[in-house]
């Protein structure tokens, strides 16, 4: 099974991020009879754009052939794209990496079946409505 935790660094000691589209590293563990196998840092470029970031991270997750997700909130966006790719969503704790995957393999964390964290507008077009 592989992982990916939306995270506020590299590696497995980084803490969990509360957010999934705009974190600033995926970290990608690769599960293998319950044990720890392999680690991949990957930082999140969905982070630069103005807009459509939960979409671009969803994609980026989603080429690193993950089959879970872990993240303290996935917006709607996020949520879609990862569902129509068959990755399972899971709600995240405060708290390293490591710690929610161990969380994650003991079955301690909930999988999510709808979003748990709001669309969020880019700068600039919050309470816009019609270009005005």
Known sequence: ???AVASSGPGLNAEASPMFGRCP????????ENNIKEVKSIPNTATAYRGGAGI?????V??????AVIAGAIGPRAFDV?????IKQ????????EKNIDLLLKGELKMVGSPTGPMRMPPGRRGRRGGQ
């Open 82 to 86: 990862l569902k129509q790719l068959g």
């Open 56 to 60: 671009s991270a969803a994609e980026l």
């Open 90 to 97: 899971y709600i995240g704790v405060p708290g390293t990496v």
């Open 25 to 32: 590293f995926f970290v990608i563990v690769n599960i293998e």
């Open 1 to 3: 099974m592989r992982i």
């Open 62 to 67: 989603g080429n690193e052939n993950v089959d």
